[in-house]
């Protein structure tokens, strides 16, 4: 067996004293003894005098949030937003209070000297230009996924990262969410046996769901700076439509691709400790969601990860779906060798079942084809080959573990900026981690829309040409 075994997961349940017996435990045992809760790290105390003030660019649906979020931080205080529809300045305002400076200039909040950090939630197409004027400005940068609207932004920011000395951290919160962590050193302790593939999807059935966004009635050009949101991206006039549902339009957009499998393969490296497929192959189309969008509205993907000295080589089939007669849901689905590990928004599953060691005979099979005599000789042949008829399935044949109560993700991803700024540590999630999740689901857009299979190099984070 290779290092993956998990007989080695069972032997680590046993020491960690998780379990009364390893060997032997029954999947009863297992379901009467509930799921094992995860436990958060302890957070640091913060000194009433340590203040991290932030100022945001991009107040709309995860603007709020990100804000939101960041202000549970103890000591993180909000001093400006920016944003190109008048209606989310005054809702700033309303929400988070009088004293936030507001403008329609993001420079304005990078010049401030009183500003420790930028949080970026603008339009994909925004990211690189506005993480690289805050990294240059000697901001910490918190910026929502995807990176980068096009791969060959990324370079750019990681360099102006790395140049800068700052926290920049990406903001996909599956790169947090202790239950991939939990997932990586479940897997790395051979619960699965070896990794052999991932069936991932997130699927949907509702309008918002597929970025049928409202449009606020006092839409007009005196009250949204079309000319500014257009940025690098072509001139055209003003639209509404295009400026608050810009994730249907490949010019502002990164399609599903960039918006939800970027989340997926963020969790995947979390869980694997990969770093990006070598090929990429996607197909989809447009079937329902015919509004003038120029993205598809269901897309898939197939990846090829090579072996590295984290897991063996493995495939990945990735899935949006936004017309999901079934009503919608996700799933990460990693399965091993010797079991299957599923991720849940607040759970882990493991289900294991080892291949029988000896191959049996009868039923679906040639051996009722077989003469009677030969049937005879064979079965004696397989006796003697077969003496042990094969092992039972040894340790928990279904194991869970579950977030403790209140976790919440997107709050723990948040919390681990601040204190990355505190401490004067790089995020986990990078510059370089973000590219190699951005990457490929970007590579995935270019093979749907070339129609061809694309080779990346995650190590480079390029596309080979
Ligand atoms: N982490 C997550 O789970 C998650 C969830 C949703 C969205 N996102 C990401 O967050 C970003 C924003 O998405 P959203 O749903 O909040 O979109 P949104 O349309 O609700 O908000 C985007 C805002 O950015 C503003 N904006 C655009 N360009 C700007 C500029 N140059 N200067 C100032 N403001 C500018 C717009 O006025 C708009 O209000 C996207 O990159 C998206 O992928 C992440």
């Avoid at 999807?201 to 409202?214: F, K, L, M, P, V």
């Avoid at 990164?254 to 989340?263: N, Q, R, S, W």
Wanted: contains cysteine; charged residues 25%.
């Amino acid at each position: 067996m290779s290092h993956y075994s998990r007989r080695k997961f069972v032997k680590t349940l046993t020491a960690g004293g998780a379990f009364a017996a390893g060997v032997g435990f029954t999947h009863a045992q297992a379901a009467s003894d509930g799921p094992i809760v995860l436990e958060e790290e302890p957070q640091t105390p913060v000194s009433p005098n340590d203040r991290i003030r932030v100022a945001a660019v991009g107040m709309g649906i995860m603007g709020f949030n990100n804000v939101r979020d960041s202000l549970l931080v103890p000591g993180v205080e909000l001093v400006a937003v920016a944003d190109l529809y008048d209606g989310h300045l005054t809702r700033s305002q309303e929400v988070f209070g009088k004293q936030v400076v507001t403008t329609r200039d993001y420079r304005e909040l990078i010049a401030r000297s009183d500003v420790d950090a930028i949080i970026i939630s603008t339009s994909d197409h925004w990211h690189d230009r506005i993480s690289i004027e805050a990294l240059n400005a000697g901001k910490h940068v918190y910026c929502e996924k995807p990176m980068v609207h096009k791969i060959e932004e990324g370079q750019a920011v990681i360099d102006a990262e790395k140049k800068s000395g700052k926290v920049f951290q990406v903001g996909s919160q599956y790169g947090s969410n202790m239950v991939f962590v939990k997932a990586k050193e479940l897997i790395a302790s051979g619960a699965i046996g070896e990794l052999i593939m991932a069936e991932v999807y997130y699927d949907r059935q509702s309008a918002n769901g597929a970025w049928q966004y409202s449009i606020p009635t006092d839409a007009s050009p005196s009250t949204v700076d079309w000319d500014k949101f257009l940025g690098d991206a072509p001139k055209r006039g003003y639209d509404a439509t295009r400026f608050f549902r810009w994730r249907n339009y490949q010019d502002y957009g990164t399609g599903v691709a960039g918006d939800l499998f970027v989340h997926l393969f963020t969790g995947l490296h979390v869980a694997t400790g990969g770093i990006g497929p070598e090929r990429v192959l996607a197909t989809g189309g447009l079937h329902y969601w015919k509004d003038g969008r120029d993205v598809p509205d269901l897309i898939m993907g197939l990846y090829d990860y090579a072996a590295t000295e984290h897991h063996p080589a493995f495939h990945v089939q990735m899935r949006c779906n936004f017309v999901d007669g079934s009503g919608g849901g996700s799933q990460v689905r990693l399965i091993g060798s010797e079991g299957v590990l599923y991720v849940e928004d607040d759970a882990i599953r493991i289900v294991n079942s080892r291949m029988a060691s000896a191959p049996g005979y009868g039923g679906w099979d040639t051996y009722n084809t077989f003469s009677e005599a030969q049937q005879k000789e064979f079965a004696a042949w397989y006796k003697e080959k077969y003496p042990d008829e094969g092992l039972p399935m040894q340790g928990p044949a279904e194991v869970r573990y579950k977030t403790p109560e209140g976790y919440n993700a997107h709050v723990a991803h948040v919390r681990n900026f601040y204190r990355c700024i505190r401490e004067g540590t790089k995020a986990f999630e990078d510059g370089t981690f973000g590219l190699r999740a951005a990457g490929p689901a970007l590579a995935t857009n270019m093979s749907y829309f070339e129609q061809r299979i694309i080779k990346w190099d995650p190590r480079t984070m390029r596309v080979v040409k």
